[in-house]
């Protein structure tokens, strides 16, 4: 029962092991996929939405926004037949938040400092969490995977593969005290 125990406590080390460092070794890939993410997801919209302001003094109505989402991105998500201008919003992953009501998630904490009469801002679905511009700060609020937070993660995989090690051994130490 021991020589089993010890092969399954080195076969978790390992594999959390295995799992902690090749998280680490992605960490090049995921910084870029964030970057790229914003460079192909967030910052067309932003530009289009400055560019459309500069050219016409105003924001763009959601006809307006969504009309060229169709054509930029191909998504034909929005329903652009609706005849009220507020109930044209697409149910697809990019969203143009013009009113706290626009946002979709639990973030109405990010958008306190809006003033909806001249600002805006462009949510972006990203599978697990919507990532932001916000047109007040001129900020992305994003995932930023750092090289930091890589670091910890392999910290937290190795100590937790190290876990049943250091039980292991704690519970060995306990034995020869009691059995001598």
Same mark, same amino acid.
């Given at each position: 029962?021991? @020589? %089993?125990?010890?092969?399954?406590?080195?076969?978790?080390?390992? =594999? /959390? !092991?295995? %799992?902690?460092?090749?998280?680490?070794?992605?960490? #090049?890939?995921?910084?870029? &996929?964030?970057?790229? %993410?914003?460079?192909?997801? =967030?910052? #067309?919209?932003?530009?289009?939405?400055?560019?459309?302001? @500069?050219?016409?003094?105003?924001? #763009? @109505?959601?006809?307006?926004?969504? @009309? /060229?989402?169709?054509?930029?991105?191909?998504?034909? &998500? &929005?329903?652009?037949?609706?005849?009220?201008?507020?109930?044209? #919003?697409?149910?697809?992953?990019?969203?143009?938040?013009?009113? !706290?009501?626009?946002?979709?998630?639990?973030?109405?904490?990010?958008?306190?400092?809006?003033? /909806?009469?001249?600002?805006?801002?462009?949510?972006?679905?990203?599978?697990? /969490?919507?990532?932001?511009?916000? &047109?007040?700060?001129?900020?992305?609020?994003?995932?930023?995977?750092?090289?930091?937070?890589?670091?910890?993660? !392999?910290? !937290?995989?190795?100590?937790?593969?190290?876990?049943?090690?250091?039980?292991?051994?704690?519970?060995?130490?306990?034995?020869?005290?009691?059995?001598?």
């Amino acid at each position: 029962m021991r @020589t %089993f125990l010890k092969i399954l406590t080195i076969f978790w080390l390992v =594999i /959390w !092991l295995f %799992f902690g460092t090749a998280m680490f070794l992605e960490t #090049p890939r995921q910084i870029e &996929s964030d970057k790229q %993410f914003v460079e192909k997801e =967030i910052k #067309p919209s932003v530009d289009f939405i400055k560019n459309f302001k @500069t050219t016409n003094n105003r924001l #763009p @109505t959601n006809r307006e926004y969504y @009309t /060229w989402q169709r054509e930029y991105h191909k998504d034909y &998500s &929005s329903d652009l037949t609706q005849q009220v201008n507020s109930l044209i #919003p697409g149910l697809g992953t990019k969203k143009y938040i013009r009113k !706290l009501n626009d946002v979709v998630s639990d973030d109405y904490g990010k958008f306190k400092n809006a003033d /909806w009469t001249k600002d805006f801002a462009i949510g972006v679905w990203r599978g697990e /969490w919507t990532e932001y511009y916000f &047109s007040w700060s001129d900020s992305y609020d994003t995932n930023n995977y750092s090289w930091l937070d890589s670091f910890f993660g !392999l910290l !937290l995989m190795y100590l937790f593969g190290l876990l049943p090690l250091i039980i292991w051994w704690r519970d060995s130490r306990q034995r020869k005290r009691s059995s001598t």
